[in-house]
């Protein structure tokens, strides 16, 4: 399937390939872990076709988070060329962030101290019966405490003076199965998976 789109030129498949191999020694260079290395490149990426769409990623502009990195993930991902950014775009909105800003895994994500995108402590809803009111909390695990940040003024005025002595987390459930979002995500984390590791395997097994 090597050179699918450019059948007529070898020689655009040659200067791909190099660049390719390029972008993945840098890439392998950067990435601390060695399971994640490459040590192939595959078939998409020699194309510089979107492993989604098939259409032209030559000139995309995001690398693809195999697990978001609103779930922590910083170093593990596809290298720019391997999903277009109309891709990319299109999963980080229809899938990830619907599936991540529901209830339970905006909670999951604070109590576990992840990060958001944009390196912020992510917030939750807690109840602050003493004040009469909602409001968003972040946790922040100290040496000896927790360093709790509240965005509402009404609340931290009410613990000033005395009035809140609770804080009550809703109870959450975990999200019903099936669940066609969650199936939906795990897939793509899973193809991207496959798309990293899984053609190195399939060739050692040949
Ligand atoms: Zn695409």
Redesign the pocket.
Known sequence: MVGHRHTDTRQRIDVVTDNAMHTIEKENRRLKDNSTKFDIVPTFYINMQ??????D?STSTSVERIVPESLGNKHIYLPKGY??D???HYFAIKTEKELLNQPYFISLRSRNEILSKKNKLVKQDMIFPGAQKKAGVSFQTQEDSLLLHIDDKDVINSIIEGKSHRMIAEYLPEPEYPNPLMSRFLAKCAYDFFIQHGERKIRSMR
């Open positions: 979107c492993i989604f769409c098939h259409k990623a999903v277009c109309a891709c990319n």
